[in-house]
T-cell receptor, first 112, second 115 residues
Framework: AQSVTQLDSHVSVSEGTPVLLRCNYSSSYSPSLFWYVQHPNKGLQLLLK??????LVKGINGFEAEFKKSETSFHLTKPSAHMSDAAEYFC??????????FGKGTTLSVSS | DADVTQTPRNRITKTGKRIMLECSQTKGHDRMYWYRQDPGLGLRLIYYSFDVKDINKGEISDGYSVSRQAQAKFSLSLESAIPNQTALYFCATSDPVRENTGELFFGEGSRLTVL
């Protein structure tokens, strides 16, 4: 069985500073891994995905994530936060043949 | 038009009423899902279907039922709604073969309030 833990329920940063949203997963097999973003009153949008190619994955809006199998982590980063990055972020591992299971989410706040 | 369409987008109902949330998709995907979102709990899987003849329970299926009427349609029913089913419900689709990943494609969500 797989599970996922987003280590921070809320992260606050200042505009222009780096962003780190942490995600650890537990899986019997190497999964695919996804980050989704949800802006207020909106649906979910795919931010980036890891599917066993390069371990450093680049997504939209300057976000990237690094798959570290030894640490079972897939942390999301961005060098410089923008006000428009304020949203809720969800990490989701997926094993072939099963449905995606989502973490509880991390709310990112960005102050000016 | 959206690839994954949910109706209704908003619904207020009373305890004990039967409610159906509908989802239709134009992506041609085989797999469809229903999730509910509650603050602080993320998205939790209710039911999923990998093809028209396949229905599977998710983590929180109690109090819900589903119908896969066609490849493009997947409905979620609450036979007798209760207040703790107040939530935002999302339908999603995927097709690992066609899209080459397990990526989910989401509808805009259906906000249900049970009084």
């Amino acid at each position: 069985a797989q599970s996922v833990t987003q280590l921070d329920s809320h992260v606050s940063v200042s505009e222009g500073t780096p962003v780190l949203l942490r995600c650890n997963y537990s899986s019997s097999y190497s999964p695919s891994l996804f980050w989704y973003v949800q802006h207020p009153n909106k649906g979910l949008q795919l931010l980036l995905k890891y599917t066993s190619a390069a371990t450093l994955v680049k997504g939209i809006n300057g976000f990237e994530a690094e798959f570290k199998k030894s640490e079972t982590s897939f942390h999301l980063t961005k060098p410089s936060a923008h006000m428009s990055d304020a949203a809720e972020y969800f990490c989701a591992p997926n094993q072939a043949g099963t449905a995606l299971i989502f973490g509880k989410g991390t709310t990112l706040s960005v102050s000016s | 038009d959206a690839d994954v369409t949910q109706t209704p987008r908003n619904r207020i109902t009373k305890t004990g009423k039967r409610i159906m949330l509908e989802c239709s998709q134009t992506k041609g995907h085989d797999r469809m899902y229903w999730y509910r979102q509650d603050p602080g709990l993320g998205l939790r899987l209710i039911y999923y279907s990998f093809d028209v003849k396949d229905i599977n329970k998710g983590e929180i299926s109690d109090g819900y039922s589903v119908s896969r009427q066609a490849q493009a349609k997947f409905s979620l029913s609450l036979e007798s709604a209760i207040p703790n089913q107040t939530a935002l419900y999302f339908c999603a689709t995927s097709d690992p073969v066609r899209e080459n990943t397990g990526e989910l494609f989401f509808g805009e969500g259906s906000r249900l309030t049970v009084l």
